[in-house]
């Protein structure tokens, strides 16, 4: 039997799939080194699937689409680039600094024209643009509070529309949602949300787990019929 992929193995095949593939700009490597100076995790997406969220938005054709948690905006610039003329991106975050410093980041990138970002805690923000009417987004990623994954996704719904695609990322948790004892508050919010869309009959979805320099991990995609 072959031996677990070690952290140091799943990162150099990262390594060489970016070398074919991805090509990370100046404008993309400006997030990730701002994140180390301010010594922030290493939360923000992978090049590899900043890569897949653009391709993702590319192939479905997205003109809108909705982004929970932008941190400095590495994934923001990814998808932003992926929108046509006249395409918005809408994007939320708790943070002041993090809004502010991914708007002069998407500046920087040419893309600050595509987005509006929101700075509010993640469910007044979503909230507001549901009492606003707001017209349905095409693909909507989330990745911030795994916690409060049901609340954002029963929001979610209300700004979507048939076809609409929803990525949920870091559902995995390297395996701990597969564990039911485990008491972990964010563990329990993904499988509150992953009972959520198994009982919404208006929802196709499956889930991927990945490896790689993030590690072993995953996320759901769930398209609205």
Not at 172 to 185: H, M, N, Q, W
Request: overall charge negative; aromatic content about 6%; proline content about 6%.
């Amino acid at each position: 039997m072959p031996a677990p992929l070690d952290d140091l193995t799943q990162k150099r095949v990262d390594d060489w799939i970016e070398h074919y593939l991805i090509t990370e700009d100046e404008a993309l490597l400006r997030p990730i080194r701002q994140a180390v100076e301010l010594d922030i995790p290493p939360i923000s997406v992978s090049p590899t699937q900043g890569a897949f969220l653009k391709l993702l938005s590319q192939s479905i054709g997205a003109k809108r689409i909705l982004e929970i948690g932008c941190l400095l905006g590495y994934s923001t610039i990814w998808l932003a680039r992926s929108l046509p003329e006249g395409g918005k991106l809408v994007s939320l975050d708790i943070f002041e600094r993090n809004v502010r410093m991914a708007g002069e980041n998407c500046a920087f990138a040419g893309v600050r024209d595509k987005v509006e970002f929101h700075c509010n805690p993640a469910e007044r923000s979503l909230n507001i643009l549901v009492n606003d009417g707001v017209e349905p987004f095409d693909l909507i990623f989330m990745d911030a509070d795994k916690v409060s994954y049901p609340i954002y996704f029963d929001r979610v719904l209300h700004l979507s529309k048939p076809g609409t695609v929803i990525i949920a990322d870091n559902i995995i948790r390297k395996g701990e949602v597969a564990d039911p004892a485990s008491t972990l508050p964010a563990v329990r919010g993904i499988n509150e949300f992953m009972k959520m869309v198994q009982e919404d009959g208006r929802l196709e979805a499956t889930a991927m787990q990945t490896v790689g320099s993030k590690g072993h991990d995953g996320f759901a995609m769930i398209r609205v019929k």
